[in-house]
């Protein structure tokens, strides 16, 4: 029973453990000459308030897999970020998966980076 409950604990703290992402070609490079990109942020207030975001895509090529991959390793420079809002909306309640896919389309977002940096993108009201 004991060699049970462990097996089930390693799977869990095996499911919640980190994914990365290396979105350039050839082998891992020391973290201060890639920049860092969080591919989710959590939602500042609530999530009927503030959305939250997901990555989906940089430079057009999916971002690991989406929801799961904690950040991104990317070249230096100018980047395309394809980004979903995370956010319950009353319409979210009354059609679902449906409404989110027609309402809540992908945004895409340009920025530079920095080796040794590290990027969050937040949602910010009023832009």
């Known amino acids: 029973m004991a060699r049970i409950a462990m ?29 860092i990109v969080r591919l989710w942020t959590a939602r500042t207030k609530n999530i009927f308030v503030t ?15 989406v929801g799961r991959t904690s950040h991104a390793y990317v070249l230096p420079g100018e980047h395309e970020f394809q980004v979903r809002f995370i956010q319950v909306k009353g319409y979210h309640l009354l059609c679902g998966a449906l409404c989110d896919a027609i309402f ?18 937040r949602y910010i009201d009023g832009c």
């Open 7 to 35: 097996l089930v604990m390693a799977m869990l703290v095996a499911g919640c453990a980190e994914i990365t992402f290396q979105q350039y070609p050839g082998p891992a490079r020391p973290d201060a000459d890639v920049s």
């Open 51 to 65: 959305p939250g975001l997901i990555v989906e895509k940089i430079d057009g090529v999916e971002a690991g897999s």
């Open 104 to 121: 809540n389309k992908p945004k895409l977002v340009k920025a530079a980076t920095l080796p040794g940096h590290v990027y969050t993108l």
